[in-house]
């Protein structure tokens, strides 16, 4: 009985196999045809206004997809660009992102990011602001739910941070509305600055 057991495991081992790997040949005609125009191949993006996507948890791009696709988030550049993929698609997606290796990027101001990394590292305990590293990691590597930062262009991160100001973006964390509403302009240019040279 052994025997068969094993050749079943292998053969669902190889199904798998080749299931992922359809799904990653999917995902790449995808980012070829439609994601690599803002995006880039790798998920390098050379515009500060469309975010690097290189590295970043599967499982988060994958459900930014989806509250894309269900309306939850909102953008009028990404709703036609998620309009014709199915569910499928999201977490292929958010695999072919991931293996994506990332780059050191430099930064366009360092003593601006030494503010940033004073916040970030530590918080504000005068304005009730809490170290940003406490959820995303010290190196901004972030988890499944929560997003990487590190590399992350500054243009990008400060906009996002005053969308959770506004409480535009809702899709996420709600923490992250208080959080951002804390934050003074000059600190939250200079968070944004400090994630985007972190590896």
Known sequence: MKPLCSWFAVALAGAHLSALSADLSRAEEIVKGQCSMCHGEQGESSSPV???????????????????????????????????????????????????????????????????RFIYLRGNADSGVP??????????????????????????????????????????????HTVAAKLTELEIKAVASYVSGLK
Do not use: I, W
């Open 50 to 116: 469309f975010p690097r996507l290189a590295g970043q948890h599967a499982a988060y791009v994958a459900r930014q997809l989806a509250d894309y696709k269900s309306g939850r988030r909102k953008s009028p550049t990404m709703q036609p660009m998620v309009e014709e993929l199915v569910p499928a698609d999201f977490p292929a997606l958010g695999a072919y992102f991931e293996k994506q290796p990332t780059s050191t990027h430099p930064v366009a101001d360092p003593e601006l990011a030494q503010v940033g």
């Open 131 to 176: 170290a940003c590293s406490s959820c995303h990691g010290e190196m901004g590597q972030g988890t499944e739910t929560l997003p990487r930062l590190a590399g992350q262009h500054a243009r990008y991160t400060e906009r996002q941070l005053k969308l959770f100001e506004k409480r535009e973006r809702t899709n996420d964390n709600a923490v992250m």
